[in-house]
Nanobody
Framework: QVQLVESGGGLVQAGASLRLSCAAS????????MAWFRRAPGKEREFVAG????????IYAESVKGRFTISRDNAKNTVYLQMNSLKPEDTAVYYC????????????????WGRGTQVTVSS
């Protein structure tokens, strides 16, 4: 079973950038498609971005397309989320997710979750 630990969250002003990291352990990282989800206060968790096993295929939610970039380093067992031009509506707890067969775009197909990292964007 893979364990996922997120880091890199924080409090920033609108327009700033952050890079989230998710380190995986206890599993073969390259066997998993990875994704980032987020849960804003009072809202359901939503898909943000996903990447396949090798990193040559990515998908994004429309709300972050052009601002966020997901990438992975299989040698370091880590997936990243580069977030640029942050907006107050990006404020949420960001979760790392892993799935063996497909890029997970729904809670229901995720095999493993991290505990999350808080991102707060002030206006």
């Amino acid at each position: 079973q893979v364990q996922l630990v997120e880091s890199g969250g924080g409090l920033v002003q609108a327009g700033a950038s952050l890079r989230l990291s998710c380190a995986a352990s206890r599993g073969t990282f390259s066997n998993y498609c990875m994704a980032w989800f987020r849960r804003a206060p009072g809202k359901e968790r939503e898909f943000v971005a996903g990447i396949n096993w090798s990193g040559d295929s990515t998908i994004y939610a429309e709300s972050v397309k052009g601002r966020f970039t997901i990438s992975r380093d299989n040698a370091k067992n880590t997936v990243y989320l580069q977030m640029n031009s942050l907006k107050p509506e990006d404020t949420a707890v960001y979760y790392c997710a892993a799935q063996t067969d497909v890029i997970p775009r729904s809670d229901y197909v995720v095999d493993y979750w991290g505990r999350g990292t808080q991102v707060t964007v002030s206006s």
